[in-house]
């Protein structure tokens, strides 16, 4: 039996889609066929990829490390092919909010000046690596403990941590916050990129509530609409401006850490040259 890209690139759409039907119409084939390439992996692996039943589909513990995989495989061969990066392969910054903070200008002009034969292209991707455990980049900016196996890490720098409050609450009128000012608030946690859980507080002492959103505009709407408050790293308070919410200083909550990550084994040759820099600005700072 032999497994090909084509299926790698089917369960893929199973594994966005959440659904085979859906999976289906993306690849214009008939849902038969589909799940007929699900079966063909789950068979080669000798694991089940996914729970499916007649409404529902969710991947497994070994589905999802599967999807990782077979993502970081597809991007490597859909970039081997492109002819464009032959000829200037780019380094991919990946970042999932406020990228390198009051650093991301200088970083990028300073580039661009000392490294002009390799572009760096910053993408923000809503995802706990920021696209790197998929291979969609070639280096990250990663806020809070990174637990993602095969990756390396450098610490940059750390942050102060801000509560975000709507402008037109109590909250807002004070000049700073603590973490028990925040006990009775909803708190709206962003699970898939976010670094604040209700576990940043004492147990005797957690928020009343949370709310829980996908990226940072969502966060920021949230707030913004009197729905809950945040906390987030002082980054935010500089890039994520927003006419609804106001950022007070959390002096007692515990600093939030800044680390550039790549994957270990096939990190682009430009990622040495980005980590002296990043580390020369901070330092210069």
């Known amino acids: 039996m032999t497994i090909e890209l084509r299926h790698l690139r089917c369960f893929l759409a199973i594994a966005e889609e959440s659904s085979v039907t859906r999976a289906a119409a993306r690849l214009h084939l008939t849902q038969p066929a589909v799940s007929r390439t699900l079966a063909t992996l789950e068979k080669h692996l000798g694991v089940r990829l996914a729970e499916r039943s007649t409404h529902h589909l969710a991947l497994t513990t070994e589905g999802r490390a599967f999807r990782d995989k077979a993502a970081v495989a597809v991007a490597a061969f859909d970039e081997a092919l492109d002819v464009g990066r032959l000829r200037r392969r780019p380094l991919r910054l990946g970042h999932a909010w406020s990228a390198f903070g009051p650093y991301t200008t200088p970083l990028l002009r300073r580039w661009q ?158 990622i040495p040259h980005l980590a002296a820099l990043a580390h020369e600005l901070v330092s210069g700072a």
């Open 113 to 270: 000046r000392e490294h002009p034969e390799t572009p760096l292209e910053l993408l923000r991707i809503d995802d706990r690596t920021a696209g790197l455990a998929r291979g969609q980049v070639d280096a990250a900016l990663l806020r809070g403990p990174v637990e993602t196996p095969g990756l390396v890490t450098e610490l940059l720098f750390t942050e102060a941590r801000f509560a975000a409050v709507p402008a037109d609450g109590p909250l807002a009128a004070r000049t700073s916050l603590t973490l028990a000012d925040l006990a009775s608030e909803r708190v709206i946690v962003n699970t898939v990129s976010g670094t604040t859980t209700p576990a940043l507080w004492p147990p005797e002492g957690g928020p009343a509530s949370t709310l829980t959103v996908a990226n940072t505009d969502e966060w920021l709407t949230a707030i913004a609409a009197a729905r809950g408050i945040g906390v987030t790293g002082s980054s935010t308070v500089a890039v994520h401006p927003h006419p609804g919410v106001v950022y007070r200083l959390l002096p007692d909550a515990p600093a939030l850490e800044v680390f550039l990550a790549w994957r270990e084994g096939t990190a682009h040759p430009a």
